[in-house]
């Protein structure tokens, strides 16, 4: 499902219009990617938690040239689905 076929979902399902239905899912989106950027995370009961996790520096191969690579420490965000997602699937 992309953006697109999620946004008629929603829309279809809330009796929203497709524009606000768009503009709900672009309020969620930049909501959460808000709250990470802070350092936060977002607990979704049932559903999931967004969060970030740090990775540390590391060196790393080319495969091909078998050279090393220094992959530099970052943030990266995290989901981990809720209990009501994993045993709705």
């Not at 990470?36 to 495969?63: C, D, Q, Y």
Request: aromatic share 4%; charged share 25%; proline share 3%.
């Amino acid at each position: 499902m992309n953006r697109k076929e999620l946004v008629d979902a929603m829309s279809s399902r809330t009796g929203l219009s497709k524009k606000d239905a768009e503009g709900c899912l672009s309020a969620f989106i930049d909501t959460v990617t808000g709250e990470l950027k802070s350092g936060g995370s977002v607990n979704l009961v049932g559903f999931g938690v967004f969060k970030t996790a740090h990775r540390a520096a590391r060196e790393a191969r080319n495969p091909q040239t078998g050279q090393k690579v220094a992959v530099p420490a970052r943030n990266v965000p995290v989901f981990k689905a809720g209990k009501g997602l994993k045993s709705s699937l």
